[in-house]
Nanobody, 119 residues
Framework: VQLQASGGGLVQAGGSLRLSCAASGGIFSINDMGWYRQAPGKERELVASITSGGSTNYTDSVKGRFTISRDNAKNTVYLQMNSLKPEDTAVYYC??????????????WGQGTQVTVSS
């Protein structure tokens, strides 16, 4: 199963970006989908996640600013990022797990997309 992320870029503080991540390749069902980020010199951290039923979870630093959503028909997860801050600068990775068409469990990562917020 492959995940293709897109939507990163350079934005000024206070601006917005929308990340997308599409999963493909012999998928039967997707369980959880999420976005992680890794800033230079820091560990990768969970930003937001969403279950197949639509329940969401956010790290405290993005609550009220970021919104995660998914389109199950398109096997795609989105991250709407508003009121961006310089400390949001990082490489953002999407993640998904579930079952393949052969009923094997998968857990896959996207390739990462750079988000840079200037002050």
């Amino acid at each position: 199963v492959q995940l293709q992320a897109s939507g990163g870029g350079l934005v000024q503080a206070g601006g917005s970006l929308r990340l997308s991540c599409a999963a493909s390749g012999g998928i039967f069902s997707i369980n959880d989908m999420g976005w992680y980020r890794q800033a230079p010199g820091k560990e990768r951290e969970l930003v937001a996640s969403i279950t197949s039923g639509g329940s969401t979870n956010y790290t405290d630093s993005v609550k009220g600013r970021f919104t995660i959503s998914r389109d199950n028909a398109k096997n795609t997860v989105y991250l709407q990022m508003n009121s961006l801050k310089p400390e949001d600068t990082a490489v953002y990775y999407c993640n998904a797990d579930g079952l393949t068409g052969g009923f094997r469990w998968f857990a896959s990562w996207g390739q990462g997309t750079q988000v840079t917020v200037s002050s």
